[in-house]
């Protein structure tokens, strides 16, 4: 039994380290048309890599130092 198992787990394992290979279309596809104002098609590392708007930069760090708040008319104390 551990003998199968051990097996199972190598061939699983050896399953996952498969080759890469550049992205192509599936046979008897093409690849997606150009958007209607791009002046070229769109190669496959350009609808791979993801725009600013997909993946926004992150802002980890709000004030980059400490200051003094500013008076605030509008910050009153509820209504009571």
């Known amino acids: 039994m551990r003998k ?9 394992t050896l399953a996952g380290c498969g080759g890469r290979e550049a992205l192509r279309p599936a046979p008897g596809e093409g690849m997606p048309v ?3 104002m791009a002046r070229a098609e769109p190669t496959t590392d350009d609808l791979l ?3 600013p ?3 926004p930069e ?3 760090e709000i004030l980059r130092r400490s200051e003094e ?3 605030d008319p509008f910050d009153l ?3 009571g």
């Open 49 to 51: 890599t993801p725009t």
């Open 34 to 36: 150009a958007p209607a």
């Open 4 to 12: 199968a198992i051990a097996a199972l787990l190598i061939t699983v």
């Open 58 to 60: 992150r802002v980890d």
């Open 69 to 71: 708040r500013q008076d």
């Open 77 to 79: 104390p509820p209504p």
């Open 53 to 55: 708007q997909q993946r």
